[in-house]
């Protein structure tokens, strides 16, 4: 975005027609890559300023507009991985020309517009107002040194600078200096309405809502007209606040019903819907219906989407549904319309609790998009480094249990699952004896324990246990890092098991990248303590099994 900005306030040069020779001057680099630049073609700009340096490695100028080009790509990038690796490349650039010439006004321009123009929280900004300023001071020094227009270009930039400082008076004198500089400017038009938005009486906005009213105050008004949409909406809200989902569902959809128009209705809706729902989504009724969260999850995404059609200036139905968005990309593949929602949520006058929400979401979702690079480069390029990289990245720290919280004899199975997927994978530990015959459940996580023989994603532990005591140890499914569980010697009955060897196993399946695999270790039950340690795997990357008596 940054970059598209970088190109209505610098104005570089016009194109010169010279007569070809064959040792190109640096001027003539700078004019062919600034028609291509023009042109849009910021890769073929780009790649003439490398020539450039390739025949004068010493220009700070070459360096400057190379670094320019490579922000401005940046800018224009399709995904936030490219566009940070492209900034960083063009920093690197700009860091060398200043190296080369401290003083050379363009450098320090360049490096100071991109320091201004991106994200705060890359620590740009305090060297782009040092870069600005220095501007300013060697047109003190030598005016011939900074032409009018980069003169004014950094006083628009220091403007802007200043102001994400949160310094207002200085914003306000360098936008001041920009209209003195350039009357009549579309420059000086920018700078003015600047000014306005800094030292402007901000709209006074009633934030007062009046008390919300009780179930049965409600009541009493649909008592006379039990069909206006409004107090049923009303009252629907009014049995969310007090947990009665049930109640809620049924006044919502009814005020929908008579008033299809009503946002309010349809953004409760979606908030109770959601409110009712088990955090895991995994209860007993998957096992009657394995689409049953699905198309709960797609109910919400239209409830959400008609409440923003509807009043696209209410924040709180921006806010959900962003929220929404970016926490179940995989079943709705709106996460760039839940960015877009939170960003609408930040730029507006939002409450401050509105903003806090929208910017943690924001973080969740760029931490998210970076999580779905890495499964790409395991799933797409598994042989390659880059794969091992991704897989150490997303690897926790291991930690060890005390043994004195242990209930002995027994026996401790402790791993880690390496990876992490769009959802928390699926997963069963349970033990069997050498000869393959089922011995006890420990862990099985929500879906499988649930949908049981509807929809088998775990084989090797449906196949062996045939579901036996899944109901007692179904939990909320794990993700990544590392778990305990501790086998209390006894089989599914009940019953003490006899001194022996026991296989215990854990199988686990990843969604939506389907990777899969199963890790297991012999232990031998009686006698002394023993230890068996595996750590082979990719997905379970880690096994240990310990025999407490």
């Given at each position: 975005?940054?970059?598209?900005?970088?190109?209505?306030?610098?104005?570089?040069?016009?194109?010169?027609?010279?007569?070809?020779?064959?040792?190109?001057?640096?001027?003539?680099?700078?004019?062919?890559?600034?028609?291509?630049?023009?042109?849009?073609?910021?890769?073929?700009?780009?790649?003439?300023?490398?020539?450039?340096?390739?025949?004068?490695?010493?220009?700070?100028?070459?360096?400057?507009?190379?670094?320019?080009?490579?922000?401005?790509?940046?800018?224009?990038?399709?995904?936030?991985?490219?566009?940070?690796?492209?900034?960083?490349?063009?920093?690197?650039?700009?860091?060398?020309?200043?190296?080369?010439?401290?003083?050379?006004?363009?450098?320090?321009?360049?490096?100071?517009?991109?320091?201004?123009?991106?994200?705060?929280?890359?620590?740009?900004?305090?060297?782009?107002?040092?870069?600005?300023?220095?501007?300013?001071?060697l047109?003190?020094?030598?005016?011939?040194?900074?032409?009018?227009?980069?003169?004014?270009?950094?006083?628009?930039?220091?403007?802007?600078?200043?102001?994400?400082?949160?310094?207002?008076?200085?914003?306000?004198?360098?936008?001041?200096?920009?209209?003195?500089?350039?009357?009549?400017?579309?420059?000086?038009?920018?700078?003015?309405?600047?000014?306005?938005?800094?030292?402007?009486?901000?709209?006074?906005?009633?934030?007062?809502?009046?008390?919300?009213?009780?179930?049965?105050?409600i009541k009493?008004?649909?008592?006379?007209?039990?069909?206006?949409?409004?107090?049923?909406?009303?009252?629907?809200?009014?049995?969310?606040?007090?947990?009665?989902?049930?109640?809620?569902?049924?006044?919502?959809?009814?005020?929908?019903?008579?008033d299809?128009?009503?946002?309010?209705?349809?953004?409760?809706?979606?908030?109770?819907i959601?409110?009712?729902?088990?955090?895991?989504?995994?209860?007993?009724?998957?096992?009657?219906?394995?689409?049953?969260?699905?198309?709960?999850?797609?109910?919400?995404?239209?409830?959400?989407?008609?409440?923003?059609?509807?009043?696209?200036?209410?924040?709180?139905?921006?806010?959900?549904?962003?929220?929404?968005?970016?926490?179940?990309?995989?079943?709705?593949?709106?996460?760039?319309?839940?960015?877009?929602?939170?960003?609408?949520?930040?730029?507006?006058?939002?409450?401050?609790?509105?903003?806090?929400?929208a910017?943690?979401?924001?973080?969740?979702?760029?931490?998210?998009?970076?999580?779905?690079?890495?499964?790409?480069?395991?799933t797409?390029?598994?042989?390659?480094?880059?794969?091992?990289?991704?897989?150490?990245?997303?690897?926790?720290?291991?930690?060890?249990?005390?043994?004195?919280?242990?209930?002995?004899?027994?026996?401790?199975?402790?791993?880690?699952?390496?990876f992490?997927d769009?959802?928390?994978?699926?997963?069963?530990?349970?033990?069997?004896?050498?000869g393959?015959?089922?011995v006890?459940?420990?862990?099985?996580?929500?879906?499988?324990?649930?949908?049981?023989?509807?929809?088998?994603?775990?084989?090797?532990?449906?196949?062996?246990?045939?579901f036996?005591?899944?109901?007692?140890?179904t939990?909320?499914?794990?993700?990544?890092?590392?778990?305990?569980?501790?086998?209390?010697?006894?089989?599914?009955?009940?019953?003490?098991?006899?001194?022996s060897?026991?296989?215990?196993?854990?199988?686990?399946?990843f969604?939506?990248?389907?990777?899969?695999?199963?890790?297991?270790?012999?232990?031998?039950?009686?006698?002394?303590k023993?230890?068996?340690?595996?750590?082979?795997?990719?997905?379970?990357?880690?096994?240990?099994?310990?025999?407490?008596?």
């Amino acid at each position: 975005m940054y970059a598209r900005i970088v190109v209505a306030v610098v104005v570089l040069l016009v194109i010169c027609f010279a007569t070809p020779v064959s040792a190109k001057p640096l001027d003539q680099y700078v004019e062919e890559a600034s028609g291509y630049r023009q042109a849009g073609a910021l890769g073929e700009a780009a790649s003439i300023m490398k020539d450039a340096i390739s025949e004068h490695p010493d220009s700070a100028i070459a360096y400057a507009y190379l670094g320019l080009y490579m922000g401005m790509q940046a800018g224009a990038a399709e995904n936030f991985m490219e566009a940070g690796q492209l900034s960083a490349e063009s920093f690197e650039l700009l860091d060398k020309a200043v190296e080369l010439d401290p003083r050379h006004p363009r450098a320090r321009l360049y490096r100071g517009i991109m320091g201004v123009k991106v994200p705060e929280f890359l620590g740009k900004l305090p060297g782009a107002i040092e870069d600005l300023e220095t501007i300013i001071d060697l047109h003190g020094e030598s005016p011939q040194m900074v032409s009018a227009e980069l003169i004014t270009t950094a006083y628009s930039m220091l403007g802007e600078g200043y102001a994400k400082m949160g310094d207002e008076m200085k914003a306000v004198s360098a936008y001041e200096m920009v209209m003195a500089l350039a009357p009549g400017t579309p420059e000086a038009g920018v700078a003015e309405g600047a000014i306005a938005d800094l030292t402007g009486e901000p709209e006074v906005k009633e934030m007062e809502e009046e008390p919300m009213r009780s179930v049965e105050e409600i009541k009493k008004d649909l008592e006379s007209d039990p069909e206006d949409a409004a107090h049923l909406a009303e009252l629907g809200r009014a049995y969310l606040e007090v947990g009665e989902f049930e109640q809620a569902e049924k006044a919502l959809r009814n005020a929908i019903e008579l008033d299809p128009e009503n946002p309010d209705a349809y953004k409760w809706l979606m908030i109770g819907i959601g409110e009712s729902m088990s955090g895991d989504l995994y209860d007993e009724r998957i096992h009657e219906d394995t689409d049953w969260a699905t198309k709960l999850v797609f109910e919400m995404v239209g409830l959400a989407d008609k409440a923003v059609e509807l009043a696209p200036e209410d924040m709180e139905s921006r806010l959900f549904r962003g929220i929404m968005d970016i926490q179940m990309p995989f079943f709705s593949g709106k996460l760039d319309q839940g960015i877009a929602d939170l960003q609408v949520v930040l730029d507006s006058d939002a409450p401050a609790d509105i903003k806090a929400q929208a910017t943690y979401w924001l973080g969740y979702a760029y931490q998210k998009m970076g999580t779905t690079y890495w499964i790409k480069v395991l799933t797409d390029y598994d042989d390659e480094e880059a794969a091992q990289m991704a897989l150490q990245a997303m690897r926790p720290p291991l930690r060890r249990l005390d043994p004195s919280e242990i209930e002995t004899p027994a026996v401790v199975i402790d791993f880690s699952l390496g990876f992490r997927d769009e959802l928390p994978p699926q997963t069963a530990v349970w033990v069997e004896t050498p000869g393959g015959d089922f011995v006890k459940t420990l862990y099985v996580s929500g879906f499988s324990g649930y949908a049981k023989e509807v929809q088998i994603v775990l084989p090797v532990w449906a196949a062996t246990s045939d579901f036996a005591g899944a109901d007692a140890v179904t939990g909320a499914s794990i993700d990544t890092g590392q778990h305990i569980y501790v086998w209390d010697l006894k089989d599914e009955s009940g019953s003490r098991v006899d001194p022996s060897d026991y296989v215990v196993k854990v199988e686990t399946h990843f969604w939506p990248s389907m990777k899969y695999e199963m890790a297991s270790g012999t232990v031998t039950v009686g006698g002394d303590k023993t230890l068996m340690v595996t750590q082979e795997g990719t997905f379970i990357p880690y096994l240990e099994l310990r025999y407490m008596p």
